[in-house]
């Protein structure tokens, strides 16, 4: 059982370039979202998604794309690399209990130059 | 809005003491709580979640109460040990957001535990 996993670990961009991250999670849970972390800032969430082929935005969605084809995976897409981008991706899932406990990946950390 | 506040931002102890970590939120409606251990470079480890009908939750050296009418909770760490060093995250679900699950996270403290 591996959890949250994240892929890639680590990546550099130049600005406009563009990429997708991935997420997946084998808990079979309904629910997944995207979260960035930076200093002084703490972790935003960017997107969600509260089952397959569901979307929603968070908090700062600006700049993202999300899309949850599959119920396992959770893809986070930049269309256009920005170095305000630059940040560490952290995605989680949960299930539908009563207790809404989270799990995180490891974490995808994004430089953008 | 609610907002979630953790202060000190840096906390240093000698190896055996008792600390406690503050959280504060400042709407008092919350559905829970959860407290995170994140250690450097790495992502996020649950170490105890508190449903807003509960005052505490333990797991081993830790303990983790809730007050919500002053808007607060508390992380106690008995008997602190080297391996303990890491940042500490508090997050709250709103009640509006039980279906959601959206968290709204502190900044958290980093605590380091000296030998």
């Known amino acids: 059982n591996a959890g949250v996993t994240q892929t890639p670990k680590f990546r550099v961009l130049k600005t406009g370039q563009s990429m997708t991250l991935l997420c997946a999670q084998d808990m079979n849970h309904e629910y997944m979202y995207w979260y960035r972390q930076d200093p002084g800032m703490g972790l935003r969430l960017i997107h969600y998604?509260?089952?397959?082929?569901?979307?929603a935005k968070g908090e700062v969605p600006d700049g993202y794309n999300v899309s949850r084809l599959k119920k396992q995976n959770f893809l986070l897409g930049l269309e256009s690399a920005a170095p305000s981008q630059t940040s560490v991706y952290f995605c989680?899932?949960?299930?539908?209990?009563?207790?809404?406990?989270?799990?995180f990946g490891p974490g995808t950390r994004l430089t953008v130059l | 809005k609610q907002e979630v506040t953790q202060i000190p931002a840096a906390l240093s102890v000698p190896e055996g003491e008792n600390l406690v970590l503050n959280c504060s939120f400042t709407d008092s409606a919350i559905y829970n709580l959860q407290w995170f251990r994140q250690d450097p470079g790495k992502g996020l480890t649950s170490l105890l979640l508190i449903q807003s009908s509960q005052r505490e939750q333990t797991s081993g050296r830790l303990n983790a109460s809730l007050d919500k009418s002053s808007g607060r909770s508390t992380l106690y760490i008995a008997a602190s040990q080297p391996g303990d060093s890491a940042t500490y995250l508090c997050?709250?679900?709103?009640?509006?957001?039980?279906?959601?699950?959206?968290?709204?996270f502190g900044q958290g403290t980093t605590l380091q535990v000296k030998p």
């Open positions: 997050a709250v679900i709103s009640p509006g957001s039980s279906n959601t699950g959206k968290l709204i």
């Open positions: 989680a899932s949960r299930t539908t209990s009563r207790d809404n406990e989270q799990f």
């Open positions: 998604s509260v089952g397959e082929g569901t979307t």
